[in-house]
């Protein structure tokens, strides 16, 4: 399994950054470089959307919502993944959450307990 610690959130104005980070705790006989990551949001009153993924060949995807303004990535020597957010928006609003999931699987089954972002305008 992973159990993640996230940290990073907090408030902006419109136009700042942000840059989460989600530190990984992984079982015993696994490696991180095992799990494939991403990175998902909710905000209040709202299902759960993805933002970005990264796959096991270094390959990302985004959200168009985001594009070109998000960066996902990871630090396996670290167990760390990373979510740099610019120009950021009010909308962008929400609690974030940093997943991973068996690479050889498409669903995420392992989450963490969430950072709240907050952009006011």
């Known amino acids: 399994q992973v159990q993640w610690k996230g940290s990073g959130g907090g408030s902006v104005q419109a136009g700042g950054s942000l840059r989460l980070t989600c530190a990984a705790s992984?079982?015993?006989?696994?490696?991180?470089?095992?799990?494939?990551m991403g990175w998902f949001r909710q905000a209040p009153g709202l299902e759960r959307e993805e933002v970005a993924r990264?796959?096991?060949?270094?390959?990302?995807r985004y959200a168009d919502f985001v594009k070109g303004r998000f960066t996902i990535s990871r630090d396996n020597a670290q167990n760390t993944l990373y979510l740099q957010m610019n120009s950021l928006k009010p909308n962008d609003t929400a609690m974030y959450y940093c997943?991973?999931?068996?690479?050889?699987?498409?669903?995420?089954?392992?989450w963490g307990q969430g950072t709240q972002v907050t952009v006011s305008s």
């Open positions: 997943a991973a999931r068996f690479c050889g699987l498409d669903s995420f089954q392992f």
């Open positions: 992984v079982s015993a006989g696994y490696t991180y470089g095992y799990f494939c």
């Open positions: 990264l796959d096991i060949d270094g390959m990302t």
